[in-house]
């Protein structure tokens, strides 16, 4: 998947109302909108947790 080449370590991640952002002090933030979105999912606690993106069909 292109983010995940794009987005090897993301050094933070943001939840809001219009997606989720994920940006690296090396790269511009990248907003994934929710209609984009089929599933998120957090695996894990505290700051090693990983938050699991599945796309939505034809995206």
């Not at 794009?6 to 219009?18: I, K, T």
């Amino acid at each position: 998947m292109w983010l995940g080449m794009l987005m090897r370590n993301p050094h933070w991640v943001r939840l809001s109302a219009a997606g989720v952002e994920i940006g690296t002090s090396y790269t511009r933030a990248v907003l994934i909108p929710w209609s984009d979105v089929e599933s998120a999912t957090v695996r894990g606690r505290s700051v090693l947790a990983n938050l699991d993106i599945a796309p939505a069909p034809g995206r």
